[in-house]
């Protein structure tokens, strides 16, 4: 008697759990259930047209196993139902014939409605080109271009993407090193970066957020740690971002950022990253002109802080081990004026 | 007659097992032979290099110190090589060098060396540049990169071992990969008249 009651007990608390989990699962910025644009409502009416006739044919099942349990005949009435002549067996039969029908019928449904999912999720995609983002994969970065159809306003950030809401947004997707894939759940569904391939996609935001991608194809030791951030905002918040991407960096003013110009143009930084508006111009690393302005450092990693900054300047290896940045043995004397000076890079 | 049967198939079974035990002992062998494995450290280890400072004059007082002993250790490294062919396109050697067969800048993988084959001579190139042309990256590539690109320079004419070498290139090929070039003989080959000093 006790152990049933503790039975029950354990077996309602595993409910309660399922039931919770299920509800967290409803919201979250990085979650293919919880849309925030027209493609991603899509792919979700069709994830919980799969989810509720799953679990209705789950339950007819379990159903039907345990009348089959509770109605078993005893084993001395098994012999005549050796008889397929028998009604008993034949209406057995038909049940198993028309179950397997329907199982090829809810089939061939689920496959014509993902279908046509997939294929409207790309379809018009010549029109949706109200602004074009052309991302390339790095190992393991994103670098995130905006065209223009005026060259001197064309500007490349990383990791972080900014779209205006309400606009369909065109991405060019392309990789230098291996293939790679863009996922951002909450918007739109995976597409992969291959090199020596252009591919596109657009989505939309209809809600203004922040949302999370991450690469979606396994590309080597730190793709766990290849995230992006996709921040949506108001036409006017995404106008006023864009136009201060567009500038060139802000000239260091006190002394220690003057110094910290100077440290990153004469060591290993400028072999590697951008800076635009100095003589620093290489584009194997992260463009880094408004370095400031961002709210994460490593692909997502980590928050952009001071701490955090130093720590991957000076030691990279010990964050996110086997990526491209090189150990950098930079004295206390330098590597606070460069502090200051990437800071002030807003 | 039954139990005949049996008999037989019970006597037969140790040869079947024998066979079947050399095969179980090979695939073990196989196992073990993958145990060497290459370890990736991130963490660099200090260098055993030392930056040269330029001088002008060959002659030392006293006896000239007997030469230091040195090794790359990432000539040992697969990993560390292909670092080092990533960085020659990355940070423009090929932009002189173009793939080693030269063009701007000397050829890298012939057997002639201008200012010499070790790796210690590649690392002072890099380091103090060299006159008419190749520029110096003290303080701008990082020591342990330096390091991944005199092996690959060295790979480049088969200076190093054949499972240490680059096997393919990711874009299409220009020449042999280095793994199937050719171990070639470094000579000194002199100072171009490009390079000699007026």
Known sequence: MKLRRLKYQSALLFLTGLVAATMVSCGGIQNSINPAGPQAQKISSLWWLMFYVCAAVFMAVMISLFVAIAKRTSHSSLQPLLNPLLDGERRRRNAVISAAVLTVVIMFVFLIVSFSVGRSLTAELSNKNALTIEVTGHQWWWEARYLDPSASNIFATANEIHIPVGVPITFSLRSTDVVHSFWVPNLMGKKDLIPGKINTIWLQADKPGVYRGQCAEYCGLQHAHMALWIVAESTDQFNAWRQNAEQTSVSPITDSQKHGQEVFLASACVMCHAINGTPAGSNIGPNLTHIGSRNTIAAGTLPNTREHLAHWIINSQDIKPGNKMPENNLSQADLEPLLDYLQSLK | ?198
């Open chain 2, 1 to 198: 007659m039954r139990q005949s049967n049996i008999r037989s198939l019970v006597e037969r079974r140790p040869r079947k097992g024998s066979s079947a035990r050399i095969v179980l002992i090979v695939f073990c062998l196989c196992g073990l032979m993958s145990c060497k494995r290459e370890q990736r450290t991130f963490q660099q280890p200090p260098s055993t290099f030392k930056t040269y400072e330029l001088t002008l004059s060959d002659i030392q007082p006293g006896s000239p110190p007997p030469a230091p002993s040195l090794n790359n250790p990432a000539e040992d490294r697969a990993y560390e090589v292909n670092e080092g062919k990533r960085l020659f396109t990355q940070y423009n050697c090929s932009g002189c060098h173009f793939n080693g067969g030269g063009g701007i800048g000397p050829a890298l993988m012939d057997e002639l060396w201008v200012y010499g084959d070790k790796p210690e001579n590649i690392y002072a190139t890099i380091i103090e540049g060299r006159p008419n042309g190749m520029p110096s990256f003290r303080h701008k590539i990082p020591d342990n990169q330096v390091r991944q690109i005199v092996a690959y320079v060295r790979s480049m004419s088969g200076q190093l071992r054949k499972d240490v070498a680059p096997s393919r290139s990711d874009d299409m090929n220009s020449r042999r990969s280095e793994q199937r070039t050719e171990r070639k003989t470094p000579q000194e080959s002199g100072l171009p008249p490009s390079a000699q000093r007026p």
